[in-house]
């Protein structure tokens, strides 16, 4: 079974842009996480999506967004970068979510400048 | 003060050698207990996942959990330069949202 693939795997944006991210989860999985990953802050919880719906959401300003599809498949977007955005975005999936493991892709590394 | 405390290392052990890998945490909602093993420019790979006090034991990794001190651990017998990497614990509680450590830096020399 195919794992979690995100796309693309390295982005250079400006500050003041926007971005989009993708995930799609492995096969079966309705649960879609994201998490941002830093080495002052570490891994953190932004939000999570099931069944198209925002689940939980972590606390990170409103320029942090996300949707999902009908198939699963998720994005994050990211208005008005700003240098601290620089991150490495990974998203995780699980078949329902509650109290299931979760199974990470190999991240999306944003670089803000 | 974190709500998951991890000891960020580096650690370095020689090959053969058992290490022990510790998290603390304060929210006692937290019932589901995960380790994660992570290298250089890769996603988190789950290792061993726990809802339960005890140990629980996966090929040369045990997962050790008292919820009464709050505590879990990570023990990896017979270390491998291959097991370099960064550990990271995870832990929720109802929800999905995973809270994790800071992870710590594990060196095995050959």
């Known amino acids: 079974k195919a794992g979690v693939t995100q796309t693309p795997r390295y982005l250079i944006k400006t500050r003041g842009q926007q971005v989009t991210l993708s995930c799609s989860p492995i096969?079966?999985?309705?649960?879609v996480s994201w998490y941002q990953q830093t080495p002052g802050q570490g891994l953190q919880f932004l939000f999570e999506y099931f069944s198209e719906t925002q689940r939980n959401k972590g606390n990170f300003p409103g320029r942090f967004s996300g949707r999902q599809f009908s198939n699963s498949r998720s994005e994050m977007n990211v208005s008005t970068l700003e240098l601290g955005d620089s991150a490495l975005y990974l998203c995780?999936?699980?078949?329902?979510?509650?109290?299931?493991?979760?199974?990470f892709g190999p991240g999306t590394r944003l670089t803000v400048t | 003060q974190k709500e998951v405390e991890q000891d960020p290392g580096p650690l370095s052990v020689p090959e053969g050698a058992i290490v022990s890998l510790n998290c603390t945490y304060s929210?006692?909602?937290?019932?589901?207990f995960m380790w994660y093993r992570q290298y250089s420019r890769k996603g988190p790979e789950l290792l061993m996942y726990t809802y339960s006090s005890g140990n629980k034991e996966d090929g040369r990794f045990t997962a050790q959990v008292d919820k009464s001190s709050k505590y879990i651990s990570l023990f990896i017998r017979d270390s491998q330069p291959s097991d370099s990497a960064t550990y990271l614990c995870?832990?929720?509680?109802?929800?999905?949202?995973?809270?994790f450590g800071a992870g710590t830096i594990l060196r095995v020399k050959s």
């Open positions: 096969s079966g999985h309705r649960s």
């Open positions: 995780a999936s699980a078949p329902e979510g509650f109290r299931d493991e979760q199974y």
């Open positions: 995870a832990m929720t509680g109802w929800g999905n949202k995973l809270v």
């Open positions: 929210n006692s909602a937290f019932q589901y």
